[in-house]
């Protein structure tokens, strides 16, 4: 279960091949993308520099994949997570779950993200005309994590 | 006891610094007590922790609570919510 934390960009169709060419029991791939926008809480966004802890991060997304390969049944999961300085439009992070049917990849996709924001050590500043600001973690991303525990393991 | 501590973010820029080496008193054995120790030496750390809300810390690289013990050699990190996806 590969977890790459970089600065370059990344090819979500050559990802996602190399990750589902090894394995014909792949009948599913469910993949997210997150994309830096340009506008935040009312503010045109110019740039985004992702900070990170380096070492933490790596663990912390191998750790979310395996909590998702315990869940359910599962043939891989792939993240790969940009840091450094990015552009609206540029493409943040990418997660590819691959399964036998369309029901685990979707679910266990959304887990990664959703434990993603909360649980990895990434941390967002943006710059807008008014100068440079971090951004605060949402509660809705909170919230988003809670449901996967009151559904049940 | 020796620990290395780490900053992150909105904190390592309000302490303007990213990591120290601090030898803590045999008295501080878990996380919250090295975050009071630390806010007890004084600025800049008594404000940047009381002004940013909901630090988070972990111990080698893994997330920790309150109660965590702390042990010698030990890498601790504080930093804010985290922001990332």
Redesign the interface.
Known sequence: MPVRVQREDFDAGREIGQLRAADPKIGAVAAFI?VARDVNDGDAVATLT????P??TE??LEEICAQARARWNIADVLVI?RVGELRPTDQ??LVVVTSAHRGEAFFACEFV?DY??????????EATADGTR????RDA?EHARARWKATGA | MKVTV?Y???LREALQREREVIDVPATVVTVAQLRAWLVARGEPWASSFAEIK?IRA?ID???AQDASPLHDGAEV?F???????
Do not use: C, N, S
């Open positions: 997150g992702l900070e990170h802890y070492g933490m663990r912390a997570h943040i992070v993200m993603l924001k909360t649980e990895a050590p990434f941390w967002k500043k971090w951004v605060d973690a991303d | 780490l992150f973010a909105r909901r972990a690289q893994a997330m990190a930093f804010p919510p985290v922001t990332g996806g």
